[in-house]
């Protein structure tokens, strides 16, 4: 399996970010897909997930300001950032998860700055 995330870059304070990431390769059957960060001196963080049937998990921090979603037929998921803020400044990593497998794309970097 195969992840390909794309859609990073610098964006001021209250702006927006649309990330996107493409699965390919042996993809089949019910997975979980989701955005985590990792900020310079912190641990990988949750961020956001969406399950094969819609259903979301998102960090306190980023409820009602992220929303997350998927397309099956294309076997992407997105990450709509809204009021982005110093503090989410960090590395963007996607995760598809699949028989109990976890599958990691490359970061992208989201910098929030004025």
């Known amino acids: 399996v195969q992840l390909q995330a794309s859609g990073g870059g610098l964006v001021q304070p209250g702006g927006s970010l649309r990330l996107s990431c493409a699965a390919s390769g042996r993809i089949f059957g019910l997975n979980i897909m989701g955005w985590y960060r990792q900020a310079p001196g912190k641990q990988r963080e949750l961020v956001a997930a969406?399950?094969?049937?819609?259903?979301?998990n998102y960090a306190d921090s980023v409820k009602g300001r992220f929303t997350i979603s998927r397309d099956n037929t294309k076997n992407t998921v997105n990450l709509r950032m809204n009021s982005l803020k110093p503090e989410d400044t960090a590395v963007y990593y996607c995760?598809?998860?699949?028989?109990?497998?976890?599958?990691w794309g490359q970061g992208t970097q989201v910098t929030v700055s004025s």
């Open positions: 995760k598809r998860t699949q028989f109990g497998i976890d599958y």
């Open positions: 969406i399950d094969s049937g819609g259903s979301t």
